[in-house]
């Protein structure tokens, strides 16, 4: 029988999104609803194939195929003969053993089956009968021809039609119930002033919602589906029921806001937005099934400090005038905002989360003289992060969450259902509550009773324990007894002849260390450089360094490390701020251009000790006595042992003075947590500049092991140090993410492509790595190489030396975590007004602990920096100083701490700290600037790699090079990576009138090469494609198609063009992919250069 056939509607068609999402995602069964039934008891099955096939003829929606014609979607109803929707497969037979399980299987693999839009048949229903009198009914239909009220009006049809053929036989009319049939129900209407008013209500447009996630973001779209489904039980019904009629406010609204604000809080965010499915009516009289679903955009607006009740009523007009204005295409409302849809096709438009509220409870299926039982059914595919569904709002308050399984875990599934419910509560509870004020936590904390416990008992944790033993020291907190300096001092008795350091070319035993460190004390004491004063330490990293560094504590100094390179204006300004009463070196002053600078310049005093020897006249050393009492080791212990600077980038840097309690309790504990003993052989490669080198030092030497010094020469070189580290037998090693990266693929090299060569590193018991973030696909690799190697993440600025560490024992996915508290600090995450953030909310990381520093060198740099938590400070710890990191962070449903950034838009690039608002500081000080932006871009292991630039130039004034080379005189070689993105329209802005950040392009690496037009055969043929597309060609082969006006619905069209022009196929989703020329310039010449289609061709495609 022939086919009839419909021809493409000129304006848009509810179906066209969801053909759209079909085509971009082949293999996930998006758009597919299922319903399963459980049914026992007689069924007559030839009635049921004829009332199918009833419902079937009276709605065409139920028949119609969608055919691709020139990219867009074509409707073609077909006939019922021709229909086989309708299977029944028979389990029953004698040799089944367990049919039900078999039904079961069957039925969860139909669930995940994809089918072809233009071919297969888009509502099915399938019988699986396991026993005589026992089946399963799996009814499932395409979102493309049938919403969820038009499957419930299916289901009561196809009861009526089998329970009633005659009936069924004719048309039937629309059943109580169906909200269609209500006279109020409002008409849809794509009015253009309807498009002008929604528009109005959501410019400024918000944020892309971008929520924390558990795993990273795959380059793949993430369709893969869980369901988790909750009863807040009658509680929670009475409440919402009660609250919407105190404020006058419809139970949509009140999910609405309640979701918004949970987002808003998680998201960062004072403007935030969900999408709600709402209801079409029928495009004409005799249509009662069929796609007639519109996806409604609500945004949340929580700025100002916001009540619950102001944002609940606020929600509530935003609900009642998207609902008012139903009609308009969600498309259009983001085509007309001007968003720039520069962005993945993992996110719906501005949101990726869905709020759906059933008006009516579902239809319930009926087949006469037989029981039959809803079961449930997991939903396979999602095209939202997120997927709020509530089925009843009272008596019960009921519903489920789907969310993405390739991003969350299921723990944050139950985390945020029972923070939403929470916050459901407490809001209409406390309505005149501000919304960041209000509890998330199902056991919310009470400030400041439990969170003062907290910081108390972790931080004083060690008053049970044993003062006398170190280890307790380190696991606990407890202050230490006596100095690391005493201990490794005894050391050289204890320990005589053992090594202590090895260096490129010598080496000290613990009884030569002592004693060339008493020679240094006894040198710098006859000098003046003793008590209460600062040494400096410029010296080759090794056992000369670390004599002097303990000869110089012996006399009573406290130290600063500096490097051995050539002076420059860091270590000016370092020697300038401490003003050291020696600067100790392993060379001739005159041969130091930063002893000369510093003896010119400042009038410093700076000595060559390489030559101070431990021998006496009568051919024996000297030593250190240690008097060993209570009273002595107080008195070190409350001295400053060294002074750190932080790595200013623009400024100066900031001098940061710990004690020796503070040193000794952290080496005690990591020389016990990492297990530095003897025999432990420790590579000291962290640069002396940098505070965590003098800690691995003397916490090997604490422990009895030994400190190998990393030659040089080798340091920077993966391969030579990897040579190396085997070699000398290393079993401890402690580095940054971003040299790990490079020393995997240096030991990779040297396995092999095969494996056959030399292992890992057998030997190397720990690697550390800190100082950036951590990637879960570091983690990983570097588990294929050092498989047997534990490894560990720590984290801590350097005015509290650490704070947290992390052990990671599984394979990683996504950021790795900076895990717990180390003992004697308590890390908390605190908002804005210094309250602590629900559980996986971002603020800022804040440390409490009796070991952060007092301040920094220079009383003018501390700032707020240092500023006490009053309410969470216990009554008890009068000693307790804080520190505010400026790094974010969150808490994870696990417990572990999560680095979240930079409060203060602080990027590392290439070990160089950059803040982001200095370089768009310098580069607006160009005249030929109006306004910039700077946003980094990050690796696939999470770190930056380099920094895109965003420029509003002055009309046609200034150039990508001209601006590049202001910034390099500016900020010399650290902003080498560093991309020019000139922009034709202002930069997007958010309500307050700041830069909107998230609006802005997605960076992209490699935008440094120069601009260029379209060349050669492929680009210039698809430049002429845009510009039938959008009206113009592209200027620039990196020009984005949706930055030039394209939308999502025009891909398709695009993909027919190309295939047409070229005789190849591209996938939706790698032109969704690459929108620039050039991107898409590139899937062609692949696809042609291969032979091969670049993906299969799109669902729905005819020849």
């Not at 019988?127 to 026992?134: E, L, P, Q």
């Not at 953030?837 to 060198?857: K, N």
């Not at 500016?970 to 020019?980: C, H, K, T």
């Not at 043929?1021 to 025009?1050: C, E, K, Y």
Request: proline share 8%.
């Amino acid at each position: 029988m022939s086919e009839m056939t419909a021809e493409p509607a000129t304006g848009p068609q509810p179906w066209e999104a969801w053909w759209f999402l079909s085509n971009l995602l082949p293999d996930a069964p998006v758009g597919w609803q299922h319903r399963r039934y459980r049914v026992t008891g007689p069924v007559d099955l030839h009635a049921l194939h004829a009332a199918w096939r009833v419902v079937l003829a009276r709605h065409r929606f139920l028949r119609t195929n969608l055919v691709e014609r020139d990219g867009r979607p074509t409707t073609v109803v077909k006939p019922v003969p021709a229909h086989s929707s309708f299977t029944v497969t028979d389990l029953a037979r004698a040799d089944q053993g367990d049919a039900t399980g078999d039904a079961e299987r069957r039925c969860a693999s139909a669930i995940t089956a994809t089918a072809d839009l233009a071919h297969d048949p888009l509502a099915r229903l399938r019988v699986f009968r396991w026993h005589a009198a026992g089946f399963d009914i799996l009814l499932s239909t395409h979102a493309t021809v049938a919403d969820v009220p038009s499957t419930d009006r299916l289901v009561t049809e196809l009861s009526e039609a089998y329970g009633n053929p005659r009936r069924g036989s004719v048309d039937g009319s629309f059943g109580a119930g169906d909200r269609r049939t209500d006279p109020e129900w409002p008409a849809g209407d794509d009015h253009p002033d309807m498009l002008v008013a929604r528009t109005q209500r959501l410019t400024p447009p918000p944020p892309p919602l971008d929520l924390p996630t558990d795993r990273t973001r795959p380059p793949a779209i993430p369709w893969r589906a869980a369901t988790l489904r909750f009863d807040w039980g009658t509680t929670a019904g009475r409440v919402l029921h009660a609250g919407c009629q105190s404020e006058g406010t419809s139970p949509l609204g009140a999910l609405a806001a309640a979701f918004l604000v949970l987002l808003g809080r998680h998201n960062g965010t004072d403007r935030v937005a969900l999408a709600t499915p709402a209801d079409l009516p029928p495009p004409a009289p005799n249509e009662r099934i069929g796609p007639f679903t519109n996806l409604l955009l609500v945004a949340g607006d929580l700025s100002g400090e916001p009540t619950f009740r102001e944002v609940l009523r606020r929600t509530d007009r935003e609900v009642a005038d998207a609902l008012r204005c139903r009609g308009v295409p969600l498309r259009h409302v983001v085509r007309e905002l001007t968003v720039d849809l520069d962005r993945d096709p993992h996110r719906l438009p501005l949101t990726d989360a869905v709020l759906v509220l059933r008006g009516l409870p579902e239809a319930e299926l009926r087949l006469t003289g037989a029981t039959v039982q809803r079961e449930p059914v997991p939903e396979a595919a999602t095209v939202a992060d997120l997927v709020l569904t509530v089925d009843r709002v009272e008596p019960t308050l009921t519903g489920s969450l789907t969310y993405r399984a390739d991003l969350f875990e299921s723990a944050t599934a139950v985390g945020l259902l029972g923070q939403l419910r929470t916050l459901l509560l407490a809001g209409f509870g406390a309505p005149a509550t501000p919304v960041d004020a209000l509890p998330l936590d199902p056991s919310p904390i009470d400030v400041p009773g439990p969170e003062l416990t907290t910081v108390s008992a972790h931080i004083a944790g060690g008053r049970h324990g044993s003062a006398e033993s170190k280890a307790d020291a380190g696991r606990t907190g407890v202050p230490p007894a006596e100095a690391v300096l005493a201990t490794v001092h005894r050391h050289g008795t204890t320990w005589a002849e053992q090594r202590a350091v090895v260096g490129p070319d010598d080496a000290l035993t613990y009884r030569q260390l002592s004693a060339e460190a008493a020679a240094v004390a006894a040198r710098l004491t006859a000098d003046g450089g003793g008590v209460g004063t600062p040494v400096a330490v410029r010296m080759t990293p090794g056992p000369r360094q670390i004599a002097a560094s303990l000869g110089a504590w012996h006399a009573g100094a406290h130290l600063t490390w500096l490097g051995t390179g050539p002076a420059d204006e860091r270590s000016r300004m370092v020697l300038a701020a401490l003003r050291p009463s020696r600067l100790l070196l392993d060379r001739s002053p005159v041969d130091d251009d930063l002893a000369c600078w510093y003896r010119d310049e400042l009038g410093g005093t700076a000595e060559d000790i390489s030559t101070t020897t431990s021998d006496t006249p009568d051919g024996t050393t000297t030593s250190i006595a240690h008097a060993d009492t209570t009273d002595e080791d107080a008195s070190v212990l409350g001295l400053a042992a060294y002074t750190a600077f932080t790595s200013g980038s623009t400024g100066r840097p900031k001098g940061v003075t710990q004690t020796h309690a503070a040193l000794t309790q952290f080496v005690t504990w990591f020389s016990d947590t990492f297990d530095l003993r003897r025999g432990s052989r420790v590579a000291q490669w962290v640069t002396p500049e940098h505070d965590p080198s003098l800690c691995e030092v003397f916490a090997t030497l604490l422990g009895g092991g030994t400190v190998y010094s990393v030659p040089a020469r080798i340091r920077t070189h993966p391969e030579k140090l990897v040579d190396w580290l085997a070699a000398e037998q290393i079993t401890f090693l402690q580095t940054v993410p971003s040299f790990a990266r490079e020393l995997v693929k240096a030991i990779t090299a040297r396995s092999g492509p095969t494996g056959a060569g030399p292992s890992g590193l057998p030997e190397l018991r720990w690697l550390v790595l800190m100082g950036e973030a951590v990637s879960g696909e570091l983690v990983n690799d570097i588990r294929i190489v050092l498989p047997t190697t534990r490894l560990a993440n720590v984290y801590g600025p350097t005015e509290t030396i650490a704070a947290t560490w992390h052990e990671i024992v599984e394979p990683a996915d996504g950021v790795v975590p900076i895990g717990q508290p180390i003992p004697g600090r308590e890390v908390l995450v605190l908002d804005d007004h210094d309250r602590p953030c629900p559980t996986g909310v971002t603020g800022q990381l804040v440390v409490a602990s009796p070991y952060v520093a007092a301040g920094y060198l220079n009383p003018e740099d501390n700032g707020s920096a240092f500023a006490p938590v009053p309410a969470l400070t216990p009554d008890d710890t009068a000693a307790l100083r804080w520190y505010r990191t400026g790094d974010l962070g969150r808490r994870r449903w696990d417990g572990a701490l999560e680095f979240r950034g930079r409060r203060d838009l602080q990027v590392k690039l290439y070990g160089n700290r950059l803040e982001l608002t200095d370089v768009e500081a310098a580069l607006a000080g160009h005249s030929s600037v109006t306004e910039c932006a700077v946003l980094p871009v990050t690796g696939a292991d999470g770190l930056v790699t380099e920094l895109v630039a965003f420029v509003v130039p002055r009309g046609t004034a200034g150039s990508a090079a001209e601006w590049r080379a202001h910034l390099r005189r500016r900020f010399g070689p650290a902003l080498a990576q560093v991309s020019i993105v000139p922009m034709r329209e202002p930069l997007p802005r958010n309500v307050g009138g700041k830069v909107d950040r998230r609006r802005l392009p997605t960076p992209r690496r490699g935008l440094r090469q120069s601009e260029r037009g379209p060349s050669g055969d492929v680009e210039e043929a698809l430049a002429g494609i845009w510009a039938t597309l959008l009206g113009t060609p592209p200027r620039d082969v990196r020009d984005d198609f949706f930055a030039r006006g394209g939308h999502s619905l025009q891909l398709p069209v695009l993909a027919a063009l190309v295939r047409h022009q070229f005789g190849r196929n591209v996938s939706l989703a790698d032109l969704y992919a690459n929108p620039s020329l050039a991107g898409m310039a590139g899937l062609v010449d692949a696809a042609r250069t291969s032979g091969r289609d670049h993906n299969s061709r799109p669902h729905g495609t005819r020849e």
